[in-house]
């Protein structure tokens, strides 16, 4: 199977739903910004201790999830099979808070605000947050202009996922520094 097609060397691309549109689309954009995301989360993964099993399986679901939404935001919302696709449901939400829960349980108390960085590890899940907010925004920016969901409780869900997601890796950017014995960098003017 050819890798390369040629159809996108004039600017353009197709959605899932098959409308051709500009590769600058805000449906593309999205979308876009959430295949970034995943890599980053890959580099994530690949960088983790090897005690961080749970964080690496976690990681994995998290990328799942996020080709789930990726499908979504490559389809119109009155496109026939729009229907059929996978969601993320509230189920999906749970699992990163009760992760988040558990994380928050084996670190000190943050008295301050902390600065990227640290271990390896720690500096990916922090360009991974940062990476999932500026996704956060284009899917914000979609949803405003052209919808994402017909289905405002999908719609709703899929918004709280992405901005949990930021918050899990806050989170395990932390965990990531814990495990390698690594202080955060504590934020002092």
Known sequence: MKIYTGGGDRG?????????????????EAYGELDELNAVI???GASLLPVQKDAGEELLE???DLLTVGALLATTPDAPHFASLDRIGADRIAFLEKAMDRMDAGLA??????????SMAAGWAHVARTVCRRAERRIIRLSAQAGVDADPEAQQNLLTYINRLSDYL?????CCNAAAGVDDIQWQR
């Open 109 to 118: 108390p943050l008295k301050s605000f902390i600065l990227p960085g640290g």
């Open 170 to 174: 806050f989170m395990l950017a932390r």
């Open 42 to 44: 890959g580099a994530l």
């Open 62 to 64: 998290i990328q799942k």
């Open 12 to 28: 353009k691309t197709s959605l899932f739903s098959g409308e051709r549109v500009a590769k600058s689309d805000d449906r593309v």
